[in-house]
């Protein structure tokens, strides 16, 4: 079992930045993708980003490309999703998740509880 724990959230201008932490306890996150998604207020939940078990292969979403980076430190057991250029569209709850190397929000088993991330235009 992989508990997550994400942090870094909060309300910033648009064009501003925040970064994402995931801390993961339990059981070693190092085999598993870790990925990052996000629900919007009436909307599906979304993929952003993911990057792969060694930390070397990242992608994402089209709206986020260029925007937001993902990385990984296993020594930490920690992911992070740094974001500039934000935009009111980016606000939602974001989620970090370990999984298997995907996109779909269904092949993660392993969930944090969210952060609340909102942009201010």
């Known amino acids: 079992q992989v508990q997550l724990v994400e942090s870094g959230g909060g309300l910033v201008q648009a064009g501003g930045s925040l970064r994402l932490s995931c801390t993961a306890s339990g059981r070693n996150f190092s085999p598993y993708t870790m990925g990052w998604f996000r629900r919007a207020p009436g909307k599906e939940r979304e993929f952003v980003a993911a990057?792969?078990?060694?930390?070397?292969?990242?992608f994402y979403a089209d709206p986020v490309k260029g925007r937001f980076t993902i990385s990984k430190d296993n020594a930490l057991n920690t992911v992070y999703l740094q974001m500039n250029s934000l935009k009111p569209e980016d606000t939602a709850v974001y989620y970090c998740a370990a999984g298997p190397r995907s996109t779909s929000a269904n092949e993660y088993p392993y969930w944090g509880r969210g952060t609340q991330v909102t942009v201010s235009s």
């Open positions: 990057v792969s078990r060694t930390g070397g292969n990242a």
